[in-house]
């Protein structure tokens, strides 16, 4: 206990705890005594957490203005009304009654590491490319750079010349992904990779981590509680975000780096936004074309099923999708299909089974299991079809990103509906192929009218496969 | 353009000749998110309003052996899931707008279930001096505020160093948290957000029985 208390008093510690972050008094992880000297003393200094003036109103923490998103409550201690912000409020309200707190207190140095990377793998000749422009970019200090890379390139990989080179000039560092599974992956790998490099993983009910070290790994929300924290920041799949979440990212991002700092989006489906600044120039960006096994990506065949909502509806499936089950071209490959919404998950799930039995695709009805997201069982059936325990998985588009099986078909049922956006169709058509020692694998959408979304989600897979095969 | 309250989606009111009377049950919640709302309906406990076949629940026949101190309580919903949750953002996370979600049923409930008894005070569970500084404001007053009768803060909530201080006859009155800042004389309803064991509401009531207010009855919005 006495250790304890010592080593959170100490200059040191309360430097690297509270550095770069900006908090609401209860989220900081200190004392009450300690609390109130840092305060008289200058080095926590209160601001604002709602900005007021002349009717518009902005939260200082996620950056939200839209008045949907205030409300006010009677202060029963200071016997007023005050705003509060509704859209961060998962974090802690954020309201006109407290103050959020920075630090002003001594700068920390981080360490600089001589010798940084443990890892001792290879990249590929893709992967490496990449990885010096992405190097290039932090030792420069480029404000925002993008990587464009396919689905199954190796982006972790990729990163490690990066982050070696900002470890070795003492740089403080974020990770940030929308989904929480990446960051519980990544951070094995990262501490693996960094063994001498303090790293802590923070995401929504690791509220107890003081989030200290030299590299952090978070999801995306929990940048909020950074301000000019990071030399470099990494940000995963920005295009994985809601539109309307994604402008408290942004701010959130922008709050969280340095004024003199790089940013590097990470992404395999670009935002339009995005793709016009590179288009203009105004986004420095690379390619990573190729997967990491060195094949092309599968190009998606479109296949025409007349009246297939109307089918679906009546829980008939199309004979073009019986067809396509009967002459696979490696039927032992295990199937993924995604079909637009939850209740035809439930409507459907008969009748695909007794197809697939019909077509000997299935032996069995348990080899066919179906996932949604709020699906509590969800995690045990993913891993029943990694297990192989599992031949086909009907899902929604909950498992469009990140999930990777090594060898798997995809069919898409209605790939036309609305659901189905360009960057959701390049996703799941990079679930196919993945592994290196079954690198092909068919990806086929049904539709009954070729959306725009379709033409533009084939059109970037084979511009990408275009782009590697010059590699 | 207006959305709801507790998942954000654009709410489409469209009237109908069907609709256009029953449009306004919930006016802040979307559809789905008020279809999760379950009422309790069919036989209840009369005292505490649990569901019930029978007269008195098993708990509230045992209260009656050690002495009920409160008339009835009468609860709008079960604890299910999608209340807990909407409870818990509203009360702990402090967000208080939520309370509207509540309004027309507890209005209405409070109309149909005591209005007839126009001498009540609506008396609130009062919060302790720590939980008002986190949260900021008390979720059973802000309920009650939303009635239309006099809402009288009568009762006050002993911290929890006091407690500790207090003398032996005192800890004998079964740790009693509440005391009266001002006798009642007239029947009470006590506001609150659930009843769960009953402790609570029968604790106040019995300080406030204790100081000559005639009867108690409670008002909760779920039953848990
Ligand atoms: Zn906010
Ligand atoms: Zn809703
Ligand atoms: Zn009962």
Known sequence: MN????????????????????????????????????????????????????????????????????????????????????????????????????????????????????????????????????????????????????????????????????????????????????????????????????????????????????????????????????????????????????????????????????????????????????????????????????????????????????????????????QWLIHRQNPKRQLLLFVPKIAMIKELKGVITSLLMEVDAISAPDQLEAVYAADEEREVKINQFRQKELHVLITTTILERGVTFPSVDVAVLNAGHDVFNEAALVQIAGRAGRSADDPTGEVVFFHDGKTDAMEKARQMIVEMNARGRKI | MNFCLYCHVQLERSLTWTNWLTVEDNDVLCSSCADKLERISGERCEVCSRAWSSALCLDCQQWRQLGENIERNYSIFYYNDTIREMISQWKFRGDYVLREIFRNDLKDTFEKEFAGNSSMAIVPIPLSESRMHERGFNQSLALAEMLDAPVKQVLGRKSDEKQAKKNREARLRRNNPFFITEPLKQAVLIIDDIYTTGTTVRQAAQQLKLHGCPAVYALTLARS
């Open chain 1, 3 to 322: 250790i304890d208390k010592r080593i959170l008093m100490s200059p040191a510690f309360l430097a690297q705890a509270l550095s770069g972050k900006r908090l609401l008094e209860e989220e900081v992880p200190i004392p009450q005594k300690c609390f109130d000297v840092l305060r008289s003393t200058k080095q926590l200094i209160p601001t604002p957490a709602i900005e007021n003036q002349k009717g518009s109103v902005k939260c200082i923490r996620c950056g939200n203005v839209a008045l949907q998103y205030f409300s006010e409550y009677p202060c029963g201690v200071c016997q007023q009304n005050h705003k509060y912000c509704r859209n961060c409020i998962q974090m802690g309200r954020v309201s006109e009654c407290k103050p959020l707190y920075t630090w002003g207190g001594a700068a920390v140095n981080w360490p600089r590491h001589s010798q940084p990377l443990t890892w001792t793998g290879n990249l590929t000749t893709a992967q490496r490319k990449a990885a010096a422009q992405l190097q290039e970019a932090v030792e420069e200090k480029i404000p925002a750079y993008l990587c464009w890379a396919v689905c199954g390139a190796g982006k972790t990989e990729m990163l490690f010349p990066p982050l070696t080179s900002a470890l070795k000039r003492g740089y403080r560092i974020a990770l940030a992904s929308p989904r929480v599974d990446v960051i519980r992956e990544l951070l094995p790998r990262m501490g693996q990779a960094f063994q001498g490099v303090s790293i802590e993983a923070l995401y929504g009910g690791s509220e107890h981590r003081t989030g200290m070290a030299q590299l952090i790994l978070a999801t995306t929300h929990q940048l909020m509680r950074y301000h000019q924290a990071f030399d470099v920041l990494i940000i995963d799949e920005v295009d994985a975000f809601p539109y309307y979440l994604d402008k408290s990212l942004m701010y959130a991002a922008k709050q969280a780096v340095k004024k003199q700092s790089t940013t590097l989006y990470l992404t395999a489906t670009p935002r339009k936004n995005f793709r016009l600044q590179m288009k203009l120039g105004k986004l420095p960006h690379v390619f990573v074309p190729l997967r990491y096994h060195g094949h092309l990506l599968p190009v998606p065949k479109f296949k025409l099923a007349f009246r297939l909502t109307n089918q679906l509806a009546n829980q008939k499936l199309p004979n073009a999708f019986r």
